[in-house]
């Protein structure tokens, strides 16, 4: 898996891992709260605007990540435009937009190896209940990076669709993605087993 590091510094990269991370759970926690469209929306752009307030280099290549979504927001939007609940589906995408540009935030300024040693700290008191706090440490920290990995993947598969047939792939792109997964996770748990485990 490619480190999605931006490698250039900025004012996120800085901060300890451990604030940035205790904060994205905290507002993404908080995502589940909003019962306002407008709200939603504003928190949305207000994530966004992170982005452009980190320089337009950083803000492009963020974006480039959340274009990715498009299917899934599409998908979303015509179900929610479908049942006539357009309060609901606003919120819906609002949350999204707003957890997957936050997580992707994190990892683009934050090094893989710095959430691990976060996570294995915070979780030591795990060991009391017989659980490995390096194992949690990485399964917590490989689900951040790949959010981004995985919105980015779906991207190269509704590319890859509209390139072979000149048709919007929307929804055509899930069960690939599903396989891709699959295969990825299988992948990550054989090179895990073959540096000895966690």
Known sequence: MLS?????QTRLHRLAAGPKMILLCVLTSLLFGISDPV?????????ILVYAALGVRFFIKGMRVLIGLWPFLILIGAWHIWLADYHQG???LSRLISAVALA?????????QDMIDFL???SRPARWFGLSPQAIGIAIALVIRFIPVLVARAQHL???YRARSGKRASWR????????VLDDADNISNALRARGGI
């Open 173 to 180: 792109i899930i069960l690939p993605l599903v396989f891709s």
């Open 90 to 92: 606003i919120i819906i």
């Open 39 to 47: 709200s939603g929306v504003a928190i949305a752009l207000c994530v």
């Open 158 to 160: 509704s590319v890859a």
């Open 4 to 8: 999605l590091t931006y490698p250039h």
């Open 104 to 112: 992707n935030l994190v990892t683009m300024t934050t090094r893989l």
């Open 120 to 122: 294995v700290r915070v």
